[in-house]
């Protein structure tokens, strides 16, 4: 298991932005595939973006598109997601995921490592 340490949420007003980082400790960062995911209050955790190890391939939830932009720095062991446009709907908990060699989907199952997440709130 590797420990994810995350940073950035906090509280914006409606089309503002946020960027959130994540970065895995004591782990080879390269070796991951890294991904976003969020959970609204009574829902289910889901899919926001993924970007490959080498960074070459990148995907994104439809209700995002246009608006976030996930990236990573491999020499700073770090993956971002830059969030602009906010709206309300996006407020939820926002979860950094990892996964050793295999890639990050759009199902939170096929996951093997979480961060703690971080709060995200957009007010109108």
């Known amino acids: 298991q590797v420990q994810l340490v995350e940073s950035g949420g906090g509280l914006v007003q409606a089309g503002g932005s946020l960027r959130l980082s994540c970065a895995p400790s004591?782990?080879?960062?390269?070796?991951?595939?890294m991904g976003w995911f969020r959970q609204a209050p009574g829902k289910e955790r889901e899919f926001v973006a993924a970007?490959?190890?080498?960074?070459?391939?990148?995907y994104y939830s439809e209700f995002v598109k246009g608006r976030f932009t996930i990236s990573r720095d491999n020499a700073k062991n770090t993956v971002y997601l830059q969030m602009n446009s906010l709206k309300p709907e996006n407020t939820a908990v926002y979860y950094c995921?990892?996964?050793?060699?295999?890639?990050?989907?759009?199902?939170?199952?096929?996951?093997?490592?979480w961060g703690r997440g971080n709060q995200v709130a957009v007010s109108s």
């Open positions: 970007v490959s190890r080498n960074g070459y391939s990148i």
């Open positions: 995921a990892a996964n050793e060699y295999s890639s990050i989907q759009d199902s939170a199952s096929r996951v093997d490592n």
């Open positions: 004591g782990r080879t960062f390269s070796s991951y595939a």
